[in-house]
């Protein structure tokens, strides 16, 4: 059943106070609202915690919180964010998703219609990717706070066999490779909010990792190094990550940056570094230097990477950094952002 | 002060000194308060700078620029010949 | 993108290095300051200190406007934010400079109604649409953000606009680089010329620095291509013994300026006796205060503004820095007690201010062979 055929049975306009409550109010909310629209095997019985067998072998944990104004822009809404983002943390550890939990934090006075699209974007996103959100909480605030909704998250996965990942596994001669063009959440999200005046057709790029994740695993196994999702910050900030946690230099090659033309005008409008600019559906990938070629292959036969890209290579360093070097020579340092990008007009 | 970027003027907008400019897509409107002594026309070329367009870009400046750099690097007996863009004291068009 | 991709082209810059390379004359040493800070970050965005020889040194000067501007400004800007009627708005650029309780971003956290606008003309629209609200706009930038505030105060005015006032802290170029030429501790042989200030001003404004400091100045402009080629075009002024202004920007810089922009500037604004410029001290002449005709949306005359003075730490030399007398690193607090992540002076906060470039550059030894990447 698709999310607009489940009837819900909740007729109040507005979330108020009692729906946090714990009392009748809460339990017509969720039982009227939430578990309908997510409603799975695990969930329903709305019991304190949900019980299955686990996973055998190594099983992975993320956290999330998900706090975003607008909580709807071009390209997706905080559910498909809260969703996919807990998702991408456990694909980037070379895990396949089994369950999910959701917390909400709402702002009294928040029109029902918005939770509700929230929620059923929730659904989509988790029915999409085959996992189930088994679990959760509901809190209300006062009005004035809470932007709307906030939406924890945990993700558990179960972490393929063949997967040995970390920043210590990252040697000199290794390839960094990319999933696809960047910029597109964060500049999204920043005209969305409409002070700059300012219209572009960019939209989110969030989307579920699982897949491209899964199928780098399956193709390299020990030769798949490390990998992270490049969420705010952008890529410069994994990249940073990466020397900083391996103790390399990270050099990659400024034309090799994927970045669509309508992100850049943005971005060159705005002074911004596409490179610092927030993803919520890319990953950096670091692999053998003699495996790449493959690793490329595969990414680019899967549904999503079409457009996967080598960025650049490891080498040793005496002091960790992420180099760009142009195609005439000339060589910058790329650094991780303080704070978010901020656009400038010097 | 100094981040300006060139933009193409798509459409002017009618009963203000303004106009609509695209930068590889990417929409905005701009004054053209600045250029009213020589307003710009759709499809020209202006620079823009904190919503005010401050100068029409001149394609042939831009393409006799380019040509001179382009023979930079050569034996220097060439480059003698070329004074072309040195121009103190002469009003430009 | 047409009209930077092709000044960014590799060819052209390789042929412009290679020009530059011959040209410099291996006997001398070459110190060559670039006024904009939008100089300073293009020459570090696209890598060109390390390109050129080692005897062509590029100097940072002082125009990046967020730098000089003194800490007790941003207090003044910042206690009118405090006032909960306020909608307080101003450049990204200003969001995280640092007065001395605090940047504006950190006021924004502590509930102060602070937005980042594009344009002056975009916070005049705030003020449109919250008229029970008073809307400041705090006004930064050299000669070529000036006139986009005049425009917008002439607008204002026209409107009738009642809620809308600028916190004027507009400077201006040239008498910042006459302090610089005056200063005893200088020695320059030429100039980069700020190219966007001089799509206002134009070029004659420059002549003085030809005829009477026998320096050669090229103005400008932004992409690598523009500031390899105005480097060439110093050198040979230097190699055949001359000194002249010449406009490397023509496709965007007219000779004579903006009139229009110069008409408006003089119709909103007067020079002001002087100016505090952080680091350099007072300067006469050099900024831009809103005239009386325009009282009413002037935030100087209007709003309770005290005037705070705020004496940078003893040990921060942003003054020499700003001069380029001292380099980044030659500063006692630099990469100590003053990073990007806890500024002492503004020069480590923006961007484009000489210590953040620097920080995250020349403090790191770029490897001498770098990897041959393909593909």
């Known amino acids: 059943m698709s999310a607009s055929e489940v009837q819900i049975e909740f007729y109040d306009k507005q979330i108020s106070m009692s729906h946090g409550a714990g009392g009748e109010a809460s339990r017509r909310l969720i039982e009227g609202l939430i578990q309908p629209l997510l409603a799975n095997p695990l969930l329903d019985p709305l019991s304190d915690a949900a019980v299955f067998a686990g996973p055998t072998g190594r099983v992975a944990m993320t956290a999330d919180s998900f706090v975003v104004q607008p909580l709807r822009f071009p390209g997706g809404s905080i559910g498909e964010l809260a969703v996919n983002g807990t998702l991408n943390d456990l694909a980037v550890s070379g895990a396949r998703p089994i369950a999910l939990s959701a917390a909400f934090i709402l702002e009294a006075g928040l029109p029902t219609e918005v939770l509700r699209h929230e929620v059923e974007a929730m659904a989509a996103a988790a029915r999409s990717a085959g996992v189930s959100i088994v679990c959760g909480d509901t809190k209300v605030v006062e009005h004035g706070r809470a932007d709307g909704m906030y939406i924890s998250t945990t993700g558990l996965g179960q972490v393929d066999p063949r997967a040995d990942l970390g920043p210590r596994r990252v040697q000199p001669g290794d390839q960094v490779l990319l999933s696809g063009p960047i910029g597109n959440h964060g500049m999204a999200i920043m005209l969305a909010r409409a002070e700059l005046e300012i219209e572009a057709d960019i939209r989110s790029d969030t989307r579920s990792l699982v897949g491209l994740t899964a199928g780098l695993v399956e193709c390299l196994g020990s030769d798949l190094r490390w990998m992270r999702d490049a969420t705010r910050g952008g890529v410069a900030t994994v990249l940073n990550e990466l020397a900083r946690d391996a103790g390399v230099t990270v050099t990659i090659a400024e034309e090799a940056v994927p970045v669509d033309d309508v992100v850049r005008g943005a971005c060159e409008l705005l002074g911004l570094d596409p490179l610092q600019v927030a993803n919520e559906g890319q990953f950096v990938a670091v692999v053998a230097g003699e495996k790449a070629d493959s690793a490329l292959a595969t990414l680019r036969s899967i549904p999503g990477g079409e457009r996967a890209c080598r960025l650049g290579m490891v080498t040793a360093g005496s002091r960790p950094c992420v180099l760009a070097k142009a195609a005439y020579g000339g060589v910058r340092v790329v650094d991780m952002l303080v704070g978010d990008p901020l656009p400038r007009i010097c | 002060m100094c981040l300006a970027i060139p933009a193409q003027i798509s459409v002017l907008l009618d009963g203000e000194h303004a106009a609509m400019v695209d930068i590889m897509g990417v929409r905005r409107k701009v004054s053209t308060d600045l250029l009213i002594d020589d307003p710009p026309a759709p499809g020209e070329w202006v620079l823009v700078h904190v919503g005010f367009a401050m100068s029409k870009i001149s394609a042939q400046q831009a393409e006799e620029q380019l040509a001179v750099l382009a023979l930079l690097g050569e034996a220097s007996s060439a480059l003698e010949e070329v004074g072309g863009y040195e121009r103190d004291g002469q009003a430009e068009s | ?375």
């Open chain 3, 1 to 375: 993108m047409k009209y930077v991709d092709e000044f960014r082209d590799p060819e052209m810059i390789r042929k412009a290095l290679h020009e530059i390379h011959a040209l410099a004359d291996c006997r001398r040493h070459y110190r060559i300051m670039e006024v904009c800070g939008g100089h300073t970050h293009a020459i570090f965005r696209f890598g060109l200190n390390e390109l050129l020889p080692p005897n062509v040194e590029l100097i940072h000067g002082p125009g990046c406007p967020v730098c000089v501007l003194p800490m007790g400004r941003i207090d003044d800007g910042l206690e009118l934010a405090g006032d909960p009627n306020v909608i307080f708005t101003a450049f990204g650029d200003m969001m995280r400079v640092p007065g001395s309780k605090g940047s504006p971003l950190e006021s924004k956290a502590r509930g102060a109604d602070v937005r980042i606008v594009y344009s002056p003309l975009d916070a005049l629209k705030i003020a449109l649409k919250n008229p029970d609200r008073r809307v400041v706009f705090f006004a930064i930038g050299f000669e070529t953000t000036a006139p986009s505030t005049a425009l917008t105060l002439l607008r204002a005015r026209a409107l009738g606009v009642k809620n809308f006032v600028v916190f004027s802290n507009h400077v201006t170029i040239i008498p910042a680089i006459r302090a610089i030429l005056d200063s005893p501790d200088m020695r320059l042989e030429g100039f980069l010329g700020p190219g966007h200030v001089s799509t206002v001003i134009g070029c004659r404004p420059y002549e003085f620095i030809a005829r009477d400091y026998r320096c050669p100045i090229a103005v400008s402009g932004f992409e690598p291509v523009d500031i390899l080629q105005s480097l060439v075009m110093v050198l040979r002024q230097l190699r055949a013994g001359v000194a002249k202004v010449e406009n490397q920007y023509g496709r965007v810089v007219p000779w004579e300026g903006n009139l229009a922009a110069l008409r408006a500037l003089a119709e909103v604004f007067e020079v002001r006796p002087h100016f505090e410029w952080r680091g350099l001290g007072f300067i006469a002449h050099s900024a831009l205060r809103i005239r009386d005709s325009f009282a009413a949306w002037d935030a100087e005359k209007t709003m309770p503004i005290r005037g705070i003075a705020v004496a940078d730490p003893k040990a921060a030399q942003c003054g020499e820095v700003l001069k380029g007398v001292l380099k980044p690193h030659q500063c006692k607090l630099f990469g100590n007690q003053c990073t990007p992540e806890h500024p002492i002076g503004a020069l480590m906060v923006s961007p484009e201010g000489a210590c953040a470039a620097h920080f995250k550059y020349a403090h790191l030894e770029l490897p001498q062979q770098l990897p041959i990447l393909q593909g």
